[in-house]
């Protein structure tokens, strides 16, 4: 039984095929969009549980598209990260802060997109992977 759906929504294939083989392989049922308008058609008729949305996508940019499914009664409740290759500042960093649960800088790695996912529909998932260092110890003074 999958854990949520994810929506993908990436406009250049390989990138779309690797995070879904990934999502499948973490057992998360996937959806594919590689144009805004398509999100917007697939969050509105399979309500997945959650959204990775590219922001530079060819018909309308992510931004626009997360607006959108936010102001719908019936997707505002979807999480949303923002995807996106470029720097993130000014206008687009609040946008994204006010619109989207959080954002993804590409290149990134599909096990950080999955521990995301887990994190943002609190599923029980893998422990950290970096060790965990023991908090410094001080010399007792007498």
Known sequence: MSKATILIVE???DISQVLADAFR???FAVLQAHTAVEALQLAA???P???FMDIQ????DGLSAAQTLKQDPATRH?????MTAYDVAGNQARL???LCVGHCQKPFSPRDAINLATAILKLPGEPPTRP???PPTRPQSR
């Not at 996508?57 to 309308?60: K, V, Y």
């Not at 979807?78 to 923002?82: E, H, L, T």
């Open 11 to 13: 406009d250049s294939p």
């Open 25 to 27: 392989f973490a057992d």
């Open 57 to 60: 996508l060819p018909d309308l």
């Open 45 to 47: 008729e399979r309500q």
């Open 49 to 51: 549980g959650l959204i």
């Open 132 to 134: 965990q260092r023991p």
């Open 78 to 82: 979807i999480p949303i990260v923002a």
């Open 96 to 98: 994204i802060g006010q």
